[in-house]
């Protein structure tokens, strides 16, 4: 299973950026999967920003970044995108994608990075203000 992302940079205050995470190796089509983004900040623990359940095509968001940020995916392309607005100078850090070939309820509750078995390589975000 490989995850590919790519998007991110630096960007001002209050600006948007995109990332995505391009999946192979795996039954992506399969509607039981669970896919998420995690970042981790200079010095802090990896943590869970969103997820996507493909089962209901439902979601989960933190509330650090609740109303700001959107997960997506895109079956046909393979590809879980983040979008992420209103950005803050917390919201800096390494961004990465995960997944879990069998999801279920779980996946729309915070869930730890030891979930998750397959990750992407990561990609920086810089908020300056």
């Known amino acids: 299973v490989q995850l590919v992302q790519s998007g991110g940079g630096s960007v001002q205050v209050g600006g948007s950026l995109r990332l995505s995470c391009a999946a192979s190796g795996f039954q992506y089509n399969r509607d039981s999967h669970c896919m998420a983004w995690f970042r981790q900040g200079p010095g802090k623990e990896r943590e869970e920003v969103a997820a996507?359940?493909?089962?209901?095509?439902?979601?989960y968001y933190s509330d650090s970044v609740k109303g700001r940020f959107t997960i997506s995916e895109d079956k046909g392309r393979d590809t879980l995108y983040l979008q992420m607005g209103s950005l803050k100078p917390e919201d800096t850090a390494m961004y990465y994608c995960?997944?879990?070939?069998?999801?279920?309820?779980?996946?729309?509750?915070?869930?730890?990075?030891?979930?998750?078995?397959?990750w992407g390589q990561g990609t920086q975000v810089t908020v300056s203000s």
């Open positions: 996507i359940f493909s089962g209901y095509g439902t979601t």
């Open positions: 995960a997944a879990h070939p069998y999801g279920g309820t779980w996946c729309l509750s915070p869930s730890q990075a030891a979930n998750f078995a397959y």
